[in-house]
């Protein structure tokens, strides 16, 4: 189903991104070790990901880093090898051919169809080691980290050091890496510090843009027909108008609408119920961390756009707060992807955060 709420996994559901599906599976035929899919919350790629991980025959094994941090509280070398391990658990095909690698990884014990981490000895990059042996034999292996930003809470366990040394050194592996928080991942990443292990590393871009009006507008229809559900023009027009061209809110305006047979206007109002508790999870952290973050959304998103005028706006709220703690703090908020700056003007470039954070 088009609407439906969750990451898609086929291509019969993924709407459009054909050019972007084929860029993605392009780049990882010709051999390329470093892919990173960017763009926004929201965009689909997890989507775009599991579908280019799905019609690829190569092996792959996903760990979802955002998911796996939330839960754990940290992504240490442990953490991140059980999740690969248990991305490779169960798979028959998989476990059957990579076991000859895999036993002789130190401190993994395979039985069955079941890997595990078994003694402290456990190290990220034997197993990475042993996968590209692995990759010699199946002609590539993939390993994605989805919402990958996260791996930079590695602690003691450091992942660019790890990622340079298996992009140089095992040449059957292929990451793909994922980022919402695009400054974040960059930060992490670090591809422009001559000090840093992934300096000047080549990557292979794929950037997800929103839908343009038309393609929004076709893509609720289309939705709307496969579901059988009839919808007016100007709902079409209303709602491709305030959710600007963003996937998920837009799946999710249809899903609610067909689901459970709301008008436009209560359709509208349950997508920006679910944006508000969307924004509490996920930036519960941030507002813990500084409160000062939900004043300067807030004040971006009345339309203080100006660096001074989005400063003044804080201090009048909180009170004074130096130049360089301001830069830091909305500098950070442009990093996560929260406010967009283009033109010495900041933004919220999503409409309906806008319009939650309106109300912080
Ligand atoms: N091209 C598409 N066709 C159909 N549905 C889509 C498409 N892109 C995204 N969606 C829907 O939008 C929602 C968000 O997609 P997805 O989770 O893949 O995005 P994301 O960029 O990974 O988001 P996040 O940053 O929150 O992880 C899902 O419900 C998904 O089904
Ligand atoms: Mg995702």
Do not use: C
Not at 162 to 176: G, H, K, M, R, S
């Amino acid at each position: 189903m088009l609407f439906s709420p969750y990451p898609k996994t086929k291509r019969e559901e993924l709407f459009d991104r054909e050019r972007e599906l084929k860029e993605l599976e392009e780049a990882v035929k010709r051999g390329e070790r470093l892919i990173l899919l960017l763009g926004l919350r929201r965009l689909g790629k997890s989507s775009l990901l599991n579908v280019a991980l799905n019609e690829l025959t190569y092996p792959s094994i996903k760990v979802d880093v955002r998911k796996t941090y939330s839960e754990f509280s940290s992504v240490n070398r442990y953490v991140i090898g059980k999740m690969l391990l248990s991305g490779m658990s169960g798979r028959k095909k998989l476990v059957e051919e990579a076991k000859l690698f895999l036993e002789r990884v130190k401190g993994v014990s395979v039985s069955g169809l079941k890997l595990e981490i078994t003694s402290k000895d456990f190290s990220i990059t034997e197993l990475l080691e042993a996968l590209n042996e692995y990759g010699e034999k199946a002609g590539r292996v993939i390993i994605a980290f989805d919402e990958a930003q996260y791996l930079r809470f590695g602690g003691a366990t450091r992942y660019d050091g790890i990622l340079a040394y298996a992009i140089d050194n095992l040449e059957n592996l292929t990451f793909i890496l994922t980022g919402s928080e695009v400054g974040l991942l960059f930060d992490f990443l670090k591809f422009d510090n001559p000090e840093a292990p992934l300096f000047g590393r080549y990557h292979h871009d794929v950037i997800l843009d929103r839908f343009s009006p038309e393609i929004s507008t076709e893509f609720l229809r289309k939705g709307f027909e496969e579901a059988n559900f009839k919808v007016s023009r100007r709902e079409i027009e209303g709602a491709v108008g305030e959710l600007d061209g963003i996937p998920g809110w837009l799946a999710l305006y249809g899903y609610m609408r067909v689901t459970r047979d709301l008008g436009h206007e209560e359709a509208m109002n349950e997508v920006l119920r679910e944006a508000k508790s969307l924004v509490q999870t996920e930036l519960s952290r941030l507002f813990a961390y500084s409160p000062r973050y939900r004043v300067i959304l807030k004040a971006v998103a009345l339309g203080y756009s100006r660096w001074k005028d989005i400063k003044d706006y804080l201090t009048l709220k909180l009170g004074y707060i130096n130049d360089s703690n301001f830069s830091k703090l909305l500098e950070n908020l442009v990093k996560s992807g929260y406010v967009e700056k283009k033109e010495g003007k900041y933004t919220i470039p999503d409409p309906v955060l806008q319009k939650v954070f309106r109300e912080l």
